[in-house]
């Protein structure tokens, strides 16, 4: 009995039960979202799952893979050279994750009404994100060259 | 449960029935994506997707808790506080939200927005781990697979959803769908039912793979010596992976280094003070001079369009026990002053240290307007658009003795910005109830 359940259902009937459990939970908080703006809510929701997985990850997926190309074209790291991939990387990613956070501020897509709410201005918000993308990069390139020395000297000296 | 259930057995059980064409289509994935040697990182598997997991299921209880303690913080029950009014079953655990701490709910709805701002790198961490079963072929399998993916939609629609509209909301890009409270509510309850299922189902694998390699190990492994993980049953480990440029430490580390710049550019808009500036890109990390009324201001005069044509002549009106009055604010200022140190703490997360507002307590102006004992007030600004130009305060609100209408900050009178001539201040109230520009003070039984 449970094994034939199980070969047609692909799972433990607990499986099931959680399954359902979910989805009616989810069912009931939908049935009050959606009539708020039942295109709007949709798009949203499989627009957000979207969004992220088929362009934003893809995206820096690609940008990543370019980056390491371009490294391995160079060759195989030698000796005293320490791998730079990464100081280039750790920074990129830190200032993209920061600007796809902030956005709306560094971008100002809504500066007049943050104006008009807060009596602030969103001028400096970009100007912060470049002054913290100069400082990772110079942070990272501070960390590559003290890498580089170290690996250098390493090199220098006899093996033991 | 979730061993037996996520083995292959049951897809081959089931296989002799599926036409052959079926089969032949599952065997032949297109080339792409759905082919598993696409995905070529050598430190995707189990172990790291758990670390992540554990983080995120950690994290995410933790911001999901603190939002249900804001909506409650609103009194949802009283008058027309309530956002969503069709809350139904969804506000079960509503409660009677306390003055005290008077500083609990500047902690809650700061760690709930701090702490959502910081998951966004783990959460973009773990997407990532887990991206090559979005391209699972076949697509469908088996009904349990069927329904999983479905959930799977909404886990992760649900959870860029409920990230995003915080995130924009804080920064007053008004994009939603429909009202903000709407979306965010009830997006959250979608997604935390996805999100519970998730963790039923995959909490014994977590565990497992987190046995599965030493933590300490791994901070002790550096790029040249990681190797992938032994394969899983759910495919995450590529079968065809590339020479590793980055260890798991590494990418931990990466995970954990955005985590904690975020942290430190935007705390800063929570604590305060001399901290305020440090958070550079926060939407309440600029400093607005060091005069008594330079703290941060929810929403200005110019938004709520007053201007000091509607304040001039100012009076206030006391209703209760069936009578009305009216008070002008020197009938205010010639009643006995009370000094309460209360912060301003936004549902966006910012706040301001404790500022000194002086006025006259509300039990006092109960007890003036006949209502010595009031079930609530209800408290309406001379606004006269905006959600919040009226807010229901609970009887605990009224009666404690640092509820104020102020009438002055710091030692001076309160700025236009700021509610003059007189707002209501009350301890441990979400900013938008300390209604500003006090027009009218209805005492209920």
Same mark, same amino acid.
């Given at each position: 009995?449970?094994?034939?359940?199980?070969?047609?259902?692909?799972?433990?009937?607990?499986?099931?039960?959680?399954?359902?459990?979910?989805?009616?939970?989810?069912?009931?908080?939908?049935?009050?979202?959606?009539?708020?703006?039942?295109?709007?809510?949709?798009?949203?929701?499989?627009?957000?799952?979207?969004?992220?997985?088929?362009?934003?990850?893809?995206?820096?997926?690609?940008?990543?893979?370019?980056?390491?190309?371009?490294?391995?074209?160079?060759?195989?790291?030698?000796?005293?050279?320490?791998?730079?991939?990464?100081?280039?990387?750790?920074?990129?990613?830190?200032?993209?994750?920061?600007?796809?956070?902030?956005?709306?501020?560094?971008?100002?897509?809504?500066?007049?009404?943050?104006?008009?709410?807060?009596?602030?201005?969103?001028?400096?918000?970009?100007?912060?994100?470049?002054?913290?993308?100069?400082?990772?990069?110079?942070?990272?390139?501070?960390?590559?060259?003290?890498?580089?020395?170290?690996?250098?000297?390493?090199?220098?000296?006899?093996?033991? | 449960?979730?061993?037996?259930?996520?083995?292959?057995?049951?897809?081959?059980?089931?296989?002799?029935?599926?036409?052959?064409?079926?089969?032949?289509?599952?065997?032949?994935?297109?080339?792409?994506?759905? #082919?598993?040697?696409?995905? #070529?990182?050598?430190?995707?598997?189990?172990?790291?997707?758990?670390?992540?997991?554990?983080?995120?299921?950690?994290?995410?209880?933790?911001?999901?808790?603190?939002?249900?303690?804001?909506?409650?913080?609103?009194?949802?029950?009283?008058?027309?506080?309530?956002?969503?009014?069709?809350?139904?079953?969804?506000?079960?655990?509503?409660?009677?939200?306390?003055?005290?701490?008077?500083?609990?709910?500047?902690?809650?709805?700061?760690?709930?927005?701090?702490?959502?701002?910081?998951?966004?790198?783990?959460?973009?961490?773990?997407?990532?781990?887990?991206?090559?079963?979005?391209?699972?072929?076949?697509?469908?399998?088996?009904?349990?697979?069927?329904?999983?993916?479905?959930?799977?939609?909404?886990?992760?629609?649900?959870?860029?959803?409920?990230?995003?509209?915080?995130?924009?909301?804080?920064?007053?890009?008004?994009?939603?769908?429909?009202?903000?409270?709407?979306?965010?509510?009830?997006?959250?309850?979608?997604?935390?039912?996805?999100?519970?299922?998730?963790?039923?189902?995959?909490?014994?694998?977590?565990?497992?793979?987190?046995?599965?390699?030493?933590?300490?190990?791994?901070?002790?492994?550096?790029?040249?010596?990681?190797?992938?993980?032994?394969?899983?049953?759910?495919?995450?480990?590529?079968?065809?992976?590339?020479?590793?440029?980055?260890?798991?430490?590494?990418?931990?580390?990466?995970?954990?280094?955005?985590?904690?710049?975020?942290?430190?550019?935007?705390?800063?808009?929570?604590?305060?003070?001399?901290?305020?500036?440090?958070?550079?890109?926060?939407?309440?990390?600029?400093?607005?001079?060091?005069?008594?009324?330079?703290?941060?201001?929810?929403?200005?005069?110019?938004?709520?369009?007053?201007?000091?044509?509607?304040?001039?002549?100012?009076?206030?009106?006391?209703?209760?026990?069936?009578?009305?009055?009216?008070?002008?604010?020197?009938?205010?200022?010639?009643?006995?002053?009370?000094?309460?140190?209360?912060?301003?703490?936004?549902?966006?997360?910012?706040?301001?240290?404790?500022?000194?507002?002086?006025?006259?307590?509300?039990?006092?102006?109960?007890?003036?307007?006949?209502?010595?004992?009031?079930?609530?007030?209800?408290?309406?600004?001379?606004?006269?658009?905006?959600?919040?130009?009226?807010?229901?305060?609970?009887?605990?609100?009224?009666?404690?003795?640092?509820?104020?209408?102020?009438?002055?900050?710091?030692?001076?009178?309160?700025?236009?910005?700021?509610?003059?001539?007189?707002?209501?201040?009350?301890?441990?109230?979400?900013?938008?109830?300390?209604?500003?520009?006090?027009?009218?003070?209805?005492?209920?039984?």
């Amino acid at each position: 009995m449970m094994r034939r359940f199980r070969a047609r259902y692909g799972a433990h009937p607990l499986h099931l039960l959680t399954m359902l459990a979910s989805l009616a939970l989810a069912g009931y908080a939908a049935l009050k979202l959606v009539p708020a703006n039942p295109l709007g809510i949709a798009v949203w929701f499989i627009g957000a799952a979207i969004a992220h997985d088929l362009l934003l990850l893809p995206l820096y997926s690609v940008v990543d893979s370019g980056l390491v190309h371009a490294w391995r074209r160079r060759g195989a790291p030698e000796l005293p050279q320490a791998p730079w991939i990464n100081y280039l990387r750790v920074p990129l990613a830190l200032s993209a994750v920061l600007l796809l956070l902030y956005a709306p501020l560094i971008l100002q897509f809504a500066g007049h009404r943050y104006a008009v709410t807060t009596s602030m201005s969103t001028d400096p918000y970009l100007e912060h994100w470049l002054l913290i993308t100069a400082a990772l990069f110079g942070l990272s390139a501070l960390g590559y060259a003290v890498r580089l020395r170290r690996s250098r000297r390493q090199h220098a000296r006899p093996s033991g | 449960m979730t061993d037996q259930q996520d083995h292959a057995p049951p897809t081959d059980a089931a296989r002799p029935r599926s036409p052959r064409w079926v089969r032949w289509i599952g065997e032949h994935p297109p080339p792409g994506p759905t #082919r598993r040697g696409f995905w #070529r990182s050598p430190i995707r598997g189990p172990w790291l997707t758990a670390v992540f997991g554990l983080v995120l299921l950690i994290g995410i209880t933790i911001v999901f808790v603190t939002g249900l303690l804001s909506y409650a913080a609103y009194n949802p029950d009283l008058g027309s506080n309530d956002l969503t009014p069709d809350k139904g079953l969804l506000g079960f655990y509503l409660f009677h939200w306390p003055t005290q701490p008077y500083w609990l709910y500047r902690f809650t709805q700061g760690v709930h927005v701090t702490l959502g701002l910081i998951l966004v790198p783990v959460l973009l961490g773990k997407l990532w781990s887990v991206i090559p079963k979005l391209f699972d072929w076949p697509p469908v399998r088996s009904p349990a697979q069927f329904l999983e993916r479905i959930s799977l939609l909404l886990l992760v629609g649900g959870a860029v959803f409920e990230f995003v509209t915080g995130i924009v909301n804080i920064q007053y890009w008004y994009v939603f769908p429909a009202s903000f409270y709407t979306v965010h509510l009830y997006g959250a309850w979608i997604f935390i039912a996805a999100f519970a299922a998730h963790v039923a189902l995959k909490s014994r694998r977590m565990v497992t793979a987190l046995r599965s390699r030493s933590f300490r190990d791994e901070l002790h492994t550096d790029t040249a010596h990681t190797r992938p993980e032994p394969p899983d049953p759910d495919d995450l480990v590529s079968p065809n992976p590339a020479a590793p440029t980055i260890s798991r430490r590494g990418a931990l580390g990466l995970v954990g280094a955005g985590s904690l710049t975020v942290l430190l550019l935007t705390v800063g808009q929570s604590i305060g003070g001399a901290l305020r500036p440090t958070a550079l890109l926060a939407p309440r990390g600029q400093t607005l001079g060091h005069g008594p009324n330079d703290f941060q201001i929810n929403k200005t005069a110019e938004e709520a369009a007053i201007s000091t044509a509607e304040t001039d002549g100012w009076q206030l009106e006391l209703r209760g026990g069936g009578t009305s009055m009216t008070l002008t604010r020197d009938d205010l200022l010639a009643m006995p002053q009370h000094t309460a140190h209360l912060p301003i703490a936004c549902v966006e997360g910012w706040s301001t240290r404790n500022q000194a507002w002086t006025g006259v307590q509300l039990r006092d102006l109960a007890r003036l307007a006949g209502a010595p004992e009031p079930g609530s007030v209800l408290v309406e600004s001379i606004q006269t658009g905006g959600l919040f130009r009226s807010a229901t305060l609970r009887r605990n609100q009224v009666l404690d003795p640092d509820s104020l209408l102020a009438l002055r900050v710091n030692d001076a009178d309160l700025s236009l910005d700021h509610g003059y001539p007189a707002r209501v201040i009350v301890p441990n109230n979400p900013g938008v109830h300390n209604t500003k520009w006090v027009g009218r003070l209805d005492f209920q039984a």
